[in-house]
């Protein structure tokens, strides 16, 4: 299991709490009824937390964040500033997505995704480092060219496409990455393969990995990849709480 870096924010916790209700929000953000999640709707990688959050039926405040203005109280909870972060009842601050999945599935895991159909947690997290390491590198080039100096998009876009081909092959065997049924890692990988896929949609059908397209269909199909994907208008400090919730 991965260790999350606990970082507590509770030194201005009133000392003398006898007198107050329970927990309940409060300004400060102090003492919340619930984790209160920074997202950002287009983002895979808070959109990864988002799909753990539901599968663990763990229900969150969403302050849907616009990235080119990030609310001040994100930016102070986790300075790298990056979406997606979670805020514990306890103030601990998880700002980093596959942490926030595991936690949340490490709290209740009703679909089992910590536990394949086959092979480890360990070998699913490898899978996904790949992913986020090598996978993300090409995407961001073949998706992104202008950002970074001289890069050729194809060529990243035939980076990424031996990748793929390796996840094709693992999808032919079974119907998702770890076995006949969902797992972390499916829904760790997929918003990625997603983004790829729509850089330019014609190209990647006309690519030979049928078992991806099928397995990203099917997640595109999905009802939690589809209730992770509702709208909300971005939050302001003050706003009534929006609780994005499982059911
Ligand atoms: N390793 C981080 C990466 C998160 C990340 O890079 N998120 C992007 C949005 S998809 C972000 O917030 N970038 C900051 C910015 O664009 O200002 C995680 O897994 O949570």
Redesign the pocket.
Known sequence: MSEIDLVPNTASAPSDTADLPPAKDTKDGTSQSRPILYS?R?????M??RMALLAADIDVELRE?V??D?PQSMIEASPK????VLILQDGTVI??????MVWALAENDPLEWLTPESGTLDDMLALISQN?GPFKHHLDRYKYPNRFDDVDPLEHRRDAEKILNRLDGRLAVGKYLFGSRPALADFAIAPFIRQFANTDKEAFDAMPFVHVQRWLDDFLASSLFDRAMTKYDQWHEGDEPIIFKAA
């Open positions: 950002f287009r983002c895979p990688y808070a990864r937390a964040v990235l080119r990030k500033a990056t979406v997606p700002d980093e997505s596959l942490e926030i986020d």
